[in-house]
């Protein structure tokens, strides 16, 4: 069993950066494939961000191609997403999710453990 715990939402004006957090208990970070994922009102949960259990590889939808990050550090068993240049069409909860259930390449919404998300309103 994963448990993941996000934190670092909150209200930032257009153009601005956020950084979001993810930390994992029950696995570690190191053996497992993480991913970010958002969900807008009225809209289908989509996908964002994810990370190769290596950290070699790693995964963008293509409208946060060059804004956002993914990361993560073993050592504290923590998934991060840098988001810069904020845009209104961002606002969203944020999910953390690990052990992808389809090839990462897929940009698959298929994940097996999920936090409970974490709330980014970008205003404009």
């Known amino acids: 069993q994963v448990q993941l715990v996000e934190s670092g939402g909150g209200l930032v004006q257009t153009g601005g950066s956020l950084r979001l957090s993810c930390a994992a208990s029950?696995?570690?970070?190191?053996?497992?494939?993480m991913a970010w994922l958002r969900q807008a009102p009225g809209k289908e949960r989509e996908f964002v961000a994810a990370i190769s259990w290596s950290g070699g590889s790693t995964y963008y939808r293509d409208s946060v191609k060059g804004r956002f990050t993914i990361s993560k550090i073993n050592a504290k068993n923590t998934v991060y997403l840098q988001m810069n240049s904020l845009k209104a069409e961002d606002t969203a909860v944020y999910y953390c999710?690990?052990?992808?259930?389809?090839?990462?390449?897929?940009?698959?919404?298929?994940?097996?453990?999920w936090g409970q998300g974490t709330q980014v309103t970008v205003s404009s």
């Open positions: 999710a690990a052990e992808s259930l389809r090839p990462l390449e897929s940009l698959s919404r298929d994940y097996r453990y």
């Open positions: 029950g696995r570690t970070v190191s053996r497992t494939n």
